[in-house]
């Protein structure tokens, strides 16, 4: 069974950064995409950003020229780099891997960003 492991979060002033860490426990074969959601107290979860298996990103209109999504293949790591945080940014984050023609769908526990006025 894949696992998926966050790390990277934490507390940080506005205008800060952090930069976030999603570690799978082994190698996943065929992999589609590779994603961060989050999800605030109260509101829906969020796409925040995606990376395909052809290199593409896409990211949410209100992390867009603030976040970058990268990955590395060989450590089976997917990357989220926050800068210039705001408040609003403040929610649990979580990964997500889908693999195998979408049919295969792995998430992480989830790493909390709180950041601060």
């Known amino acids: 069974q894949v696992q998926l492991v966050e790390s990277g979060g934490g507390l940080v002033q506005a205008g800060g950064s952090l930069r976030l860490s999603c570690a799978a426990s082994?190698?996943?074969?065929?992999?589609?995409?590779m994603r961060w959601y989050r999800q605030a107290p109260g509101k829906q979860r969020e796409l925040v950003a995606v990376?395909?298996?052809?290199?593409?990103?896409n990211y949410a209109d209100s992390v867009k020229g603030r976040f970058t999504i990268s990955r590395d293949n060989a450590k089976n790591t997917v990357y989220l780099q926050m800068n210039s945080l705001k408040p609003e940014d403040t929610a649990v984050y979580h990964c997500?891997?889908?693999?195998?023609?979408?049919?295969?769908?792995?998430w992480g526990q989830g790493t909390q960003v709180t950041v601060s006025s």
């Open positions: 997500n891997v889908v693999a195998r023609n979408w049919r295969y769908d792995y």
């Open positions: 082994e190698s996943i074969f065929s992999i589609n995409a």
């Open positions: 990376i395909t298996s052809a290199g593409s990103t």
